[in-house]
């Protein structure tokens, strides 16, 4: 068993689609990267790679590549599953954001990165908090998780 840890961080924009673990979030703000921009897979993504020492998700997929200009995360995330090929037991997501508020989307979230990680829904938590006008406070989103993986 290994763990691993991810963080991810997007500036919010207006006129693009906000994606949070794969789930589009009614919003009109979304999230500006060289790919979709979904901080939350890029997190996850980070966190398995750290789990199976294989580095970071800039190492596999560079911001500087245009391959990868307006990828999908769920694509990169499939193809991150293929480089660790670990069996994922558990995630623990959170969401930095001061908006939009997320607890409606959780249920959608959670089914969404089970399938994508192979695992039960209830092996994936996700959960937000808002910086209540601290820091990134509608400037952006932030997101962090820690997983589990048996090689």
Not at 86 to 98: P, R, S, T, Y
């Amino acid at each position: 068993m290994k763990v691993g840890i991810g963080f991810d961080v997007h500036p919010l924009e207006g006129g693009i689609p906000l994606y949070l673990g794969g789930v589009r979030i009614n919003s009109d703000k979304g999230l500006k990267g060289h790919s979709d921009g979904d901080a939350l897979i890029h997190a996850v993504m980070d966190a398995l790679l750290g789990a199976a020492g294989k580095g970071d998700k800039g190492k596999y997929f560079p911001d500087t590549d245009p391959k990868f200009k307006g990828i999908s995360s769920v694509k990169l995330l499939a193809e991150t599953m293929k480089i660790t090929a670990a069996k994922v037991v558990n995630i623990d997501c959170v969401v930095f954001a001061e908006k939009p508020h997320l607890s409606k989307y959780y249920g959608k979230i959670q089914t969404k990165l089970a399938a994508l990680l192979k695992i039960k829904k209830s092996a994936v938590s996700v959960k937000a908090t808002r910086p209540e006008g601290l820091g990134i406070a509608g400037t952006g989103i932030a997101c962090f998780c820690a997983c589990l993986i048996k090689n």
